[in-house]
């Protein structure tokens, strides 16, 4: 069982900043990519960005320069600039893990509110 523990939500003004960590924690599995999706009241849930262990990297089209991912061991950040009223959502983390057996797995977060508003 992975656990993932996401952290840095909140309220941002037009044209502000936030930043998303989300800590994966558990026994004996090791990580294939970790990313965030988010979801807004009425649509879809929606890929935001990914990193996989390998080093690439994905980015929704909405989000392609004003949002960066990163990771470290288990832990994946989210950097948001330059935020806009659209960008509020739900935001996930989501984890893709293989775990001793070699069985893969997907995990996701509980949600972490993203607002941005004057």
């Known amino acids: 069982q992975v656990r993932l523990l996401e952290s840095g939500g909140g309220l941002v003004e037009p044209g502000g900043s936030l930043r998303l960590s989300c800590e994966a924690s558990?026994?004996?599995?090791?990580?294939?990519?970790m990313g965030w999706y988010r979801q807004a009241p009425g649509k879809q849930r929606e890929l935001v960005a990914a990193?996989?262990?390998?080093?690439t990297v994905v980015y929704g089209d909405s989000v392609k320069g004003r949002f960066t991912i990163s990771k470290v061991k288990n832990t994946v950040h989210l950097q948001m600039e330059s935020l806009k009223p659209e960008d509020t959502a739900v935001y996930y983390c989501?984890?893709?893990?293989?775990?001793?057996?070699?069985?893969?797995?997907?995990?996701w977060g509980q949600g972490t509110q993203v607002t941005v508003s004057s």
């Open positions: 989501t984890a893709q893990v293989t775990d001793y057996n070699l069985y893969e797995h997907d995990y």
């Open positions: 558990g026994n004996r599995f090791a990580i294939n990519a």
């Open positions: 990193h996989s262990s390998g080093g």
